[in-house]
């Protein structure tokens, strides 16, 4: 097919042409001086309907916005800034992405080349500002280099373990003119043709870790962000159907796996199901999908899944072994190599006589029933949990759920069920004030489909002017603030590890009026307080086709419990949950137990 040569257009035609090339439907970013020559292209190519920007208010808000895009859709998320503070404005965005593994491109104006490097009126060092939490990054020194070095920047993105790019554009060559342009094919670059990732099978490891799956009695699946990434919901529930395998998710997790079926246990960690992590303490193999034993995972490392064989499937070599050896590593696509290792099993199934799983999942079965999450019924206040509880039980089953940081979000990870790439919070920076611009993110992405950001009073200061791009675009998002008048968890953990001293963490005194915060932006607002009727309150704002922002007053001193506290393993939370593994065992299970011991002897003997 033959390139088709246009005459004297310009850098920033080019780069809007190659984003529009790759697909890229949404921009989101706030224009300024050094990047005026791209929005003036811009405003062409949007009066045509061939791309569409959506203005936030601050800069921050429109990296978290094309973060939650693209954890959404799958498909890198852009957004644009001007130099200066323009450009670090991002910074916080940035971070957040490249540590949750989010495909993004950002675009950020520079001064003039000729003005580089003599303190320039909103001249900083984007490039080496963001070096250590970017993926890759790019200084733009010629117009002619801007669509092949756009390809690569999109491709790098979204390929191998997907991270934030960065490209910075002089402001004069956003304007320089290129001569005889030729649009170039998405990804047809000559400088990547050694990156590109190649996935390679270890099939001698994918039978060793079938070995370890049909001689275990109790399994665990831990599955993280990676899982989700690669849409690897369906591998990892045949996995888990065909070996029975209970499973535990990370706070990226969610959504990986059916959250209402028997084998699901919620998430684990810091502030995880009792059962879950009670199930990580005494498993036998852990197989971790997708997940990187981070600290508010693991809580004391050695104490860790210490008596488990460890298999770990990640795409990201620099992850195996960083902080838990495995016995079995599998490095590559997750959904590649689950299909790969559940299809040679399959094939191979009359080689493998399997343990039963039966007993193992009435032991946890029991930890369920003994530690459930709670519930605190109100006193002088609704409890959060019951707040956010009964806002899962009245959203539609297809509803996005955002999050803030802090007690909210970890109740928001217990009691709220999502599907499939519809949970989007902060996990691994936890960034306060991600949860109303991821929002409006989520919700261009998918403008029918429900979406509920649910937030403490303290995050949602962090950027509420975003209410005006929310009124703006006539976004139809449900805001729930839980309110507290407290920094939630920072008053828990003074209270429990600080004889609470409330240094800084109270919010009352400052604090707006939210309902008529809203309704000055023109948005719905609701109070609800203990008295008013819960649930008609959440049904009527979903019942609004448009935004709604709800203050939910709740109790101000509950804590989010279990806890498990810095230094100590995951069977020593805080909370109602004392740790003694022979209380709930039955006489049927011990006699069970007594069985599988004999049937495991004989299969030893027939071996043999």
Not at 180 to 205: M, Q, V
Not at 348 to 354: A, G, H, M, S
Not at 519 to 541: C, F, H, P, R, W
Request: hydrophobic fraction near 40%.
């Amino acid at each position: 097919m033959e390139r088709v040569t246009l005459h004297q257009v310009s850098g920033s035609f080019a780069l809007i042409d190659g984003l529009v090339k790759n697909g890229i439907q949404h921009i989101f970013g706030y224009p300024g001086g050094a990047i005026l020559p791209i929005y003036d292209e811009l405003h062409a190519w949007e009066k045509q309907g061939l791309i569409r920007h959506i203005l936030v208010r601050h800069e921050q808000a429109a990296a978290h916005a094309a973060d939650a895009y693209a954890r959404t859709t799958g498909q890198v998320g852009v957004c644009f800034a001007t130099s200066g503070p323009g450009a670090t404005n991002l910074v916080t965005g940035i971070a957040t992405a490249q540590i949750d593994s989010v495909p993004m491109l950002i675009i950020t104006g520079q001064v003039g080349r000729t003005f580089i490097g003599t303190d320039a009126f909103q001249e900083v060092d984007i490039f080496g500002i963001t070096l250590p939490i970017i993926k890759h990054s790019y200084t733009l020194g010629e117009a002619g280099d801007i669509l092949e070095m756009l390809n690569e920047a999109i491709y790098i993105a979204k390929t191998g373990r997907p991270g934030p790019v960065l490209i910075d554009i002089p402001k004069d060559v956003g304007l320089e003119i290129i001569p005889g342009y030729s649009p170039i094919a998405p990804h047809n670059f000559l400088r990547l043709k050694d990156y590109k990732y190649k996935h390679h099978l270890n099939t001698i490891r994918i039978h060793q870790a079938i070995y370890y799956l049909t001689h275990s009695a109790q399994p665990l699946l831990y599955v993280g962000g990676g899982a989700v990434i690669s849409d690897a919901r369906d591998e990892i529930t045949r996995l888990a159907r065909c070996f029975q395998i209970p499973i535990t998710t990370t706070l990226k997790g969610k959504g990986a796996f059916d959250e209402n079926h028997y084998l699901h246990l919620g998430m684990l960690g810091m502030h995880g199901t009792a059962f879950a992590n009670f199930a990580v303490n005494e498993c036998d193999l852990l197989i971790a999908v997708g997940a990187r034993f981070d600290d508010r995972v693991t809580g004391k490392l050695d104490e860790f899944a210490a008596g488990a064989k460890i298999i770990h499937i990640d795409i990201d070599p620099a992850e195996i072994a960083k902080n838990c050896i495995p016995q079995v590593a599998l490095i590559g696509d997750v959904k590649i190599i689950l299909q790969e290792l559940i299809e040679i099993y399959t094939n191979n199934i009359d080689q493998y006589e399997e343990k039963s799983t039966l007993p193992w999942r009435h032991r946890i079965n029991a930890w369920q029933e003994a530690y459930p999450l709670l519930i605190p019924a109100p006193e002088e206040a609704y409890s959060p949990q019951q707040v956010i509880n009964e806002i899962g039980k009245v959203a539609p089953r297809e509803t996005i759920f955002t999050t803030d940081v802090g007690q909210h979000q970890m109740w928001a990870a217990q009691f709220l069920k999502c599907g499939s790439k519809k949970w989007v919070s902060s996990a691994g920076l936890g960034t306060m004030g991600f949860g109303l611009p991821s929002a409006l993110g989520a919700q261009t992405a998918y403008p029918k489909t429900p979406v509920v950001c649910v937030t403490g009073d303290a995050s949602f200061q962090m950027n509420p002017q975003e209410l005006g791009t929310i009124a703006q675009y006539k976004l139809p998002i449900k805001i729930a603030i839980v309110n507290n008048k407290f920094q939630g968890m920072v008053r828990q953990w003074q209270e429990s590890f600080y004889d609470s001293r409330y240094s800084h963490s109270n919010m009352s005194e400052g604090q707006p009026n939210f309902v008529k915060l809203a309704e000055s932006y023109g948005i719905k607002g609701l109070m609800v307080k203990k008295g008013d009727n819960l649930t008609e309150k959440i049904q009527e704002a979903f019942d609004f086709k448009g935004p709604v922002l709800i203050d939910f007053r709740v109790n101000r001193e509950e804590n989010c419990y279990p806890m498990v506290a810095p230094g100590k393993s995951n069977s020593q939370m805080l909370g109602q949950f004392d740790y003694d593994p022979d209380i709930i065992f039955t006489e049927e299970w011990k006699i069970e137990q007594e069985k599988l011991k004999g049937q495991n002897k004989l299969l030893q003997l027939k071996r043999k």
